[in-house]
């Protein structure tokens, strides 16, 4: 933030907002969504950004931040850092919260996304995920820059969510001073946390384009009020509207109000953005924030329900019925039919069985009687084929028989990598089961371990699944490698 103590701000644009900060109701609004220079409000996205990334481990407060020569040159507010100079990022962070050094926030940036401009994008991503619609940031630090705007409507949200989605980190914007590592550092916002009852934040903006801006939040009881202001000619003609706007705030704000947190964003680290409206970015060269990949494949991989099948109805088989009333019919004519032939004779027809004879029965046509006949005498010794014979013929030649495989033809395996231990390539074969479930999912999943390491394999294969699912994962970057049968 840029001051000059002796000139006061041009007739900047006013705007102001205020809002019931538990429900988000708005309580005053005065050309609130008027695009305008936000100056250092400007860091309060720089900070959120950087809490956001501390939270999710993309780089830690106490990570030591090496000053470049973009940042070392910034121009005033500064804490006056030095190009190549070591310094752990809280430090960075309470002198943007506190003092709103420019140098700290520039460094901030380039720590988290290597770069200003890349980190302007994620800025401006995370703006999006919020709802700051009418918001776009070119810098980390606020000074004007073209195209560098936004609105009292979208910095009064944005101030929301540092309350609701960072409350570890909300004290800073309280603090009289703090100590920035190189030495202790004043509050700009000091004034009015000292003349406003229960006001414990949030940030001051200057600039000559912009005028004085404010985006401050008090509590009394279970009140609570966030009041934007945009445009004030001095910093106690500002001071003073901000004061009369909160007073407003807490006089139309109900005593009690169900708390209606906002929702906080989708996380939108470096790379690609985890919003599904972020484009996809790519980190510059030289980048020093951390790379973070989300997996999006499912843990577990329910098996879907049954389709309900409705009762079937027994299916005839025409061709079947036909047969059996044509034997029926033929039967029944048998039967009252008498033989046109002696009977000695009707038996003479039968093929000569050696069986005990068979008397004919009655009328019954010879065929009924051949089909009664004595099935052949068992033999007198059965030998299994688990023992061997006391005796065995001379002439006998051994028969040899190989045992048939069982594998149906799957004895193909693929590799998808040697890891270090048993569990890593467990988890190795688990995940890309599952990324390629279509053409291993009869396959068995096995570990071997050898000489180089542990390997996961995909056992009892067909040689066409094991090609088709190479071709797969290779498609996809996953590492893959076809075994046939040794």
Known sequence: MVFSMSARAQAAPYAAMVIDARTGKVLHARNADTRLHPASLTKMMTLYVAFEAIKHGEISADTVVTITSK?????????????????????????????????????????????????????????????????????????????????????????????????????????????????????????????????????????NAAGFNLVASAERGQERIITTVFGGRSTASRNAKVAELMDLGFRRAPSRAAVRKPAPPLYAGNVGGASPAAPTERVEPGAAGKTIRLITAVKRSPRPAPRPVAAEEPVVDTQLASLTDSIKDAVAAAADVTPAVPEAEAVALVPTIETTPVQPFGNEPAIAQAAMASPPPRPAAIILTSLEPATKPADATPEIVTRMSTSGGRHYAINVGVLGSRYQAERRLLKTALREIDTLDEALRKVVKRSDGWHANFVSMTQEQADLACRRLNARNTRCKVMGPS
């Open 71 to 207: 940042a070392a040159a910034e121009p005033p507010s500064k804490l006056g850092l030095r190009k190549g100079q070591k310094i752990k990022l809280r430090y960075l962070i309470r002198a943007a919260a506190v003092k709103s050094a420019n140098d700290a926030a520039t460094a901030i940036g380039i720590a988290i996304s290597g770069s200003e401009a890349a980190f302007a994008r994620r800025m401006n991503r995370t703006a999006k995920a919020l709802g700051m619609t009418r918001t776009h940031f070119k810098n980390a630090h606020g000074l004007t820059e073209s195209g560098h705007l936004s609105t009292a409507r979208d910095m009064t949200t944005l101030g929301r969510h540092l309350f609701y989605d960072h409350p570890g980190y909300y004290n800073l914007f309280s603090r009289r001073s703090t100590h920035a590592g190189m030495k202790s550092v004043n509050n700009t916002n000091r004034r009015f946390l000292n003349s406003y009852k229960g006001a414990d934040g949030i940030k001051t903006g200057f600039t």
